[in-house]
Structure formats: C-alpha cells, structure tokens
C-alpha cells in the first residue's frame, strides 16, 4: 500500500510523517479507527532516501508487513485466550474464563513485546521516493 505524507520529524533512521486523509479513507468503513477524529495522522517510517524534515514524501508498506502486524496484534492475544480456555475447561467454567482473560492479557503482553522488537526492525514502512523537496518550497 502506498501513501503520501509530509515529514514533521527525523530520528536517527526514522521519519515521522503527517498523512492526510485521502478520497479512499472518505468510503472506507475502518477509516473511524485509525483517523477517530477524522484528522491527519502520524506513522513512523524506515527513511532510506534521505528525506528531511518538511519534504513531501511517498511511503510504502508491503503486505507481508501488514499481515505480520495483523497476526502480530490480534492473533497472539486470541490464540492465548482459546488456550487458557481450553485448559480452564477440565477445572470449572468459571475456572475456564479466569484462564481465557489470563490468557488475553498474557497475548497482549507477547504482542506488545514483539511489536517493540520486531517495528523498529522489520515492520516500519518505508519512504520510497521524495515528492517535493521543503526547500523548493521556498524558491
């Protein structure tokens, strides 16, 4: 999936970049998670091509990346709770809920985790391309 966006900030590797709502997050159903306020919002991204602060710029996330991420968030936190509530299930039902919510606490601790191992590494997008130069801004 590629995006346009605007550099606000450069750390080390890493660009923080404004991405804007465009005509496709206007028909689509998700769009009230990750814009709740229907503002602009800010992804962190691997800034390969040396873009700096200001500089329009065209971000990039394979599927790949987006899959991992997905299973990553919501398929280790489910995959726990069903186990918890497997083993729960020969001790009692009230046994067996305690042990799913255990379990999905546990999942969310393993996601958390891997997210803070696995994104600074592996699962940040990329910044493919410069648009626009900040300077030629000012020309």
Do not use: W
């Not at 691997?46 to 599927?63: K, L, P, Y």
């Not at 299930?89 to 985790?113: C, E, H, R």
């Amino acid at each position: 999936m590629k995006e346009a966006g605007r550099v606000v900030e450069i750390t080390g590797t890493q660009a923080r970049i404004e991405v804007a709502p465009n005509k496709a997050c206007r028909t689509c159903p998700a769009c009230t998670v990750c814009r709740p306020q229907g503002t602009v919002r800010y992804i962190e991204a691997e800034n390969r091509v040396g873009a700096h602060v200001g500089d329009d710029v065209c971000i990039e996330t394979s599927t790949k990346q987006s899959m991992v991420a997905i299973l990553l968030v919501f398929g280790v936190p489910v995959v726990l709770a069903l186990v918890g509530l497997i083993i729960g299930t020969s001790l009692g039902n009230l046994q067996s809920m305690i042990l799913g919510v255990i379990g999905f606490v546990a999942g969310l601790v393993v996601a958390k985790i891997f997210n803070n191992i696995f994104t600074r590494k592996h699962l940040l997008p990329r910044v493919t391309e410069i648009k626009r130069h900040a300077k030629d801004l000012t020309l």
